[in-house]
T-cell receptor
């Protein structure tokens, strides 16, 4: 499978714990995005990288959230001191910047986080 | 600010009937509009985008800048079209802004 992969697929944690998710993009893609989706809503943008540089971060994103893409390949999203409101599906997507605005974002299967 | 509105949470149609999933957007510049689809237990995938002006699986969508709409249409619904459909907008930044989605249910 050469698509975007995410691990773990499911995570259950207790309030106050830290969690980390991983995303492996399509190998030749230089852009990587994180979105969050809650029940009944569409995906909501969190942050994105071009290669290893984090170019944009949502203003809605709490300081408890941090993302990295150290070598411009896989990315990790960490949530510190989780709260019940963090329960959601976390989606990763990747795309190739062809120089224009027509790059297509390909999504991974998501990581479902449940905070008890 | 950019915003996408999908007014219907659920659209139920009979097989063979026409389908129209509504999408309206708010954006001050020239946006790119997309339709993504999520079939049961599958990941989100691109269905079509306005720049391509193509028909995918019988679906078409025309960008109407005057009405700020990008409605998704298909003349004859099939059972396999049952899925969750999301309209999305991309402005000058690379991120996508999604609507809340419409569940299409095609019944016999």
């Amino acid at each position: 499978d050469t698509g975007v992969s995410q691990n773990p697929r499911h995570k259950i944690t207790k309030r106050g714990q830290n969690v980390t998710f991983r995303c492996d993009p399509i190998s030749e893609h230089n852009r990587l995005y994180w979105y969050r989706q809650t029940l009944g809503q569409g995906p909501e943008f969190l942050t994105y990288f071009q290669n290893e540089a984090q170019l944009e971060k949502s203003r809605l994103l709490s300081d408890r959230f941090s993302a990295e893409r150290p070598k411009g390949s896989f990315s990790t999203l960490e949530i510190q001191r989780t709260e019940q409101g963090d329960s959601a599906m976390y989606l990763c997507a990747s795309s190739s910047n062809s120089g224009g605005m027509t790059d297509t974002q390909y999504f991974g299967p998501g990581t479902r986080l449940t905070v008890l | 600010a950019q915003r996408v509105t999908q007014p219907e949470k659920l659209l139920s149609v009979f097989k063979g009937a026409p389908v129209e999933l509504k999408c309206n957007y708010s954006y001050s510049g020239s946006p790119e509009l997309f339709w993504y689809v999520q079939y049961s237990r599958q990941r989100l995938q691109l269905l079509l985008r306005h720049i391509s002006r193509e028909s995918i699986k019988g679906f078409t969508a025309d960008l109407n800048k005057g009405e700020t709409s990008f409605h998704l249409k298909k003349p004859f619904a099939q059972e396999e079209d049952s899925a969750m459909y999301y309209c999305a907008l991309r402005g000058t930044a690379s991120k996508l802004t999604f609507g809340t989605g419409t569940r299409l249910q095609v019944t016999l």
